[in-house]
């Protein structure tokens, strides 16, 4: 028995990192998942690899119109959706002397608008008791240098994450937060400003994490996973950090 046989799951921005690893072991646990990307080839890739049980939709999470042609895909399967991963986002360093307003509106634009927009046409096929959970970040809770923007992203999330939970708890929607810490991905290698200096960026960032080295996207996946099933049943409106103590110690 799967934890989540017979359950429909959509998971934003899958093609990738922490939302490809989540997909898979949903998949694995027994889920259809429908899974988003803008990149046509990423996302046919994803399909290949992940095999049955998983829709492809192309879609960018800012474009309204997007949204509205993923969720018609998902309301056309007509089983619901009982498990929302909103995952799609990304960020980049600027201190706020260089920050520009394309850059604040840019990150604010994919993580916050993007995320509220998701759950917003989602609530329509969510299924009561559905199971709702929100791509935060262990950098929402530090004071990097260089990483204001993002950080003030995902504690908008968190904020967000709390008012959700109480307006959706009369349909026994739960609503949770993962927050990941540095987790070794494709996005976290494209924040250095060039290929060459990611390995030296990867390493930097390893060496603020407690336990001493990066995440695996699969690490965070089970956190997902764990808010996903009904192991989770009594949790809602929290913040669950997958980050190796890296905003705890
Ligand atoms: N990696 C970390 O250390 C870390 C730590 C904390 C939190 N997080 C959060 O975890 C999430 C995933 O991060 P990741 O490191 O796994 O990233 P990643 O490897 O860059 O993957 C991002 C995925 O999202 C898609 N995506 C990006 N922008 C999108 C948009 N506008 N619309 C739809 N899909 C979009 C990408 O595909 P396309 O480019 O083809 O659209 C890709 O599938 C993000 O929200 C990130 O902030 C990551």
Redesign the pocket.
């Known amino acids: 028995m799967g934890q989540l046989d017979n359950k429909t799951a959509l998971i934003?921005?899958?093609?990738?990192?922490?939302?490809?690893a989540t997909a898979r072991r949903f998949v694995d646990e027994g889920a259809h998942v429908f899974i988003?990307?803008?990149?046509q080839s990423?996302?046919d890739s994803?399909v290949a690899a992940l095999g049955e049980n998983v829709t492809g939709i192309r879609?960018?999470?800012?474009d309204l119109d997007?949204l509205d042609r993923v969720f018609a895909a998902v309301t056309a399967r007509g089983q619901g959706l009982d498990v929302l991963y909103v995952?799609?986002?990304?960020?980049a360093f600027a201190t706020l002397e260089e920050l520009t307003p394309e850059d604040f509106d840019a990150t604010f634009g994919?993580?916050v608008r993007?995320t509220v927009f998701t759950v917003q046409k989602a609530l329509p096929v969510l299924a009561d008791g559905a199971s709702v959970i929100i791509?935060?970040?262990?950098?929402a809770s530090k004071g990097n240098p260089a990483f204001g923007v993002?950080a003030a992203t995902?504690a908008a999330l968190r904020s967000f994450t709390r008012t959700w939970a109480a307006e959706l708890a009369g349909r026994k929607i739960r609503v949770n937060v993962v927050?990941?810490?540095?987790?070794?991905?494709?996005?976290?290698a494209?924040l250095a400003p060039d290929p060459s200096q990611a390995e030296g960026l990867l390493a930097m960032?390893a060496g603020t994490v407690p336990l001493g080295r990066?995440?695996h996207?699969d690490e965070?996946a089970n956190a997902v996973l764990f808010l996903a099933s009904d192991q989770a049943s009594f949790v809602t409106g929290t913040e669950l950090f997958a980050d190796g103590g890296q905003a705890q110690l």
């Open positions: 934003t921005g899958a093609t990738s990192g922490i939302g490809l988003t990307g803008r990149r990423e996302l994803a879609g960018d999470v800012t997007d995952n799609a986002g990304g960020g994919v993580n993007g791509a935060g970040s262990a950098a993002y995902k927050a990941a810490g540095a987790t070794n991905t494709p996005g976290l494209g960032l990066l995440g996207p965070v």
